[in-house]
């Protein structure tokens, strides 16, 4: 069974702080991975990862794909109260069209 | 720019009636997936319609049938509702089957 697990699943730092969240996966037939920001509607795109080792940066927001361990991080610099959120890590497996795995997310709180 | 729309944003019904919510894709966006997220849950996948053809199907229960128009909208009919149906539903577009999914604001499903 296709499994997506994130950690922590929850944090809170003080603003300005840098946080790291977490996702492995293990799933069969794996094409890509994605990050998504839920605040308290629908999941916002971050990011899309198909290929190990390559950063992909929007502000003080970066995430990396390491396939050969099978995880991902997403790293935010400088935090803000306006980053709290949950942020789910979903894989896009191969199929008909490309279904999401989620994990069950990261809630991160940010204190002023 | 123009997101996914869905429609109604929150709906109450009783147990055993029927439920249809609508999802209208971003403007040329020919796939579409439907999402299932319960309270404090990921979201799961439902089902995924390509070029108004059904592409992929998910843990979508046998009460529920979903399909995908000429305009490319979709409707996700939902019968003889239990309570276990209340859940946040959303609708996801993309270009290809293969691209990044984005999401809609979500229906609120509430049945008593």
């Known amino acids: 069974e296709d499994k997506v697990v994130q950690s922590p699943l929850s944090l809170v730092v003080h603003e300005g702080d840098t946080v790291t969240l977490n996702c492995s996966y293990e799933?069969?037939?794996?094409?890509?991975l994605l990050w998504y920001k839920q605040e308290k509607k629908a999941p916002t795109f971050l990011f899309m990862l198909t290929s190990s080792g390559i950063e992909k940066k929007s502000g003080r927001l970066s995430s990396i794909l390491d396939k050969k361990e099978l995880s991902s991080i997403l790293n935010i610099t400088a935090t803000q109260t306006g980053d709290s959120a949950i942020y789910l890590c979903?894989?896009?497996?191969?199929?008909?069209?490309?279904?999401?795995?989620f994990g069950k997310g990261t809630k991160l709180t940010v204190n002023p | 720019a123009a997101g996914v729309i869905q429609s109604p944003r929150h709906l109450i019904k009783e147990k055993r009636e029927t439920a249809t919510l609508k999802c209208y894709p971003i403007?040329?966006?020919?796939?579409v997936y439907w999402y299932q997220q319960g309270p404090g849950q990921d979201p799961q996948f439902l089902i995924s319609?390509?070029?108004?053809?059904?592409?992929d199907k998910g843990s979508i229960p046998d009460r529920f049938s979903a399909q995908q128009f000429s305009d490319y909208h979709s409707e996700l009919n939902m019968s003889s509702l239990e309570l276990g149906d209340s859940a946040l539903y959303f609708c996801?577009?993309?270009?290809?089957?293969?691209?990044?999914?984005?999401f809609g604001p979500g229906t609120r499903l509430t049945v008593l």
């Open positions: 319609f390509y070029e108004k053809m059904q592409s």
């Open positions: 979903a894989v896009g497996t191969q199929g008909g069209s490309e279904k999401l795995v």
């Open positions: 799933v069969t037939n794996f094409r890509s």
């Open positions: 403007p040329r966006h020919d796939t």
């Open positions: 996801a577009s993309s270009l290809g089957q293969v691209r990044t999914q984005y």
